[in-house]
């Protein structure tokens, strides 16, 4: 595409297609105050507020996925498209709430206890948002109790644990333990990562995926809460 600077280029002027299309290029390159103007385009000219997050924002989120996957992008150009992807979601949540739009699902997600490591679970959360995920960040550092406890308040369909230190993954199992002893494992998918883990770690615990990045987490749990819902109404 040929590059316009920013002074040539008044979103004002683009057609709803071209609007999209820039907005994908803005999101890519980190842009949140472009995000914000392009949201708020769509908005006037009459887009709801599910269009202009599924084509402009999610789709414009699963470009950077991919090529963050790919080894394109890296963890501080992901997070500049993930803050630009907030500001427009700032402007949509709202209304969203309005019309009580079928989000994909709920997250609840925390770094475990002993683990004050955040940069990958943040960029986790952001990635799951923007891919249509209602996300519920307990933060750093969080005991069992307090998973429990979130997964009691909040009933979502996914738990996501993170660690980043060989001394505190063994929590996870520690946790999913406990939820196996309180009969509460199959109510929900249970997602783990960060930078130690791998696969046969995530089986050993008794995790339903090991996700070694955050746009492998987007697609994971949208394909599992997909797989569970079809099989629930299967059934």
């Known amino acids: 595409m040929q590059a316009m600077s920013d002074d040539d280029l008044d979103l004002n002027d683009l057609t ?3 609007l999209v299309s820039q907005m994908h290029d803005d999101l890519y390159d980190g ?3 472009e995000i914000v103007e392009g949201t708020n385009i769509l908005l006037e000219r009459g ?4 269009k202009v997050l599924s ?3 999610v ?3 699963r470009i950077v996925g991919i090529d963050f996957r790919d080894g394109i992008l890296f963890v501080p150009e992901v997070l500049l498209a993930a803050n630009a992807m907030k ?3 700032a402007v949509l949540r709202p209304l969203l709430a309005e019309t009580g739009a079928e989000r994909v699902g709920t997250v609840v997600i925390g770094t475990v206890k002993g683990d004050i490591h955040d940069i990958g679970k943040n960029l986790v959360a952001m990635m799951l948002e923007g891919a249509g995920f209602e996300v ?4 750093i550092n969080n005991p069992v109790e307090s998973y429990l406890a979130a997964l009691e308040e909040h009933s ?3 738990l996501g644990m993170s660690a980043l230190l060989t001394t505190t993954m063994p929590y996870m199992k520690v946790v999913i333990d406990t939820m196996v002893e309180q009969g509460i494992r199959d109510d929900y998918i249970v997602l783990v990562g960060g930078a130690p883990l791998n696969e046969e770690f995530g089986k050993a615990v008794g995790a339903d995926a090991y996700c070694r990045d955050a746009a492998v987490a987007a697609e994971t749990a949208q394909a599992l809460v997909l797989a569970r819902r079809a099989a629930a109404s299967a059934s």
């Open 16 to 18: 709803d297609d071209e």
């Open 31 to 33: 842009l949140a105050e």
């Open 47 to 50: 887009w709801p507020a599910e």
């Open 55 to 57: 084509d402009a924002l």
């Open 59 to 61: 789709e414009g989120m």
């Open 87 to 89: 500001g427009g979601m």
């Open 136 to 139: 519920i960040d307990l933060g």
């Open 156 to 158: 979502p369909d996914i």
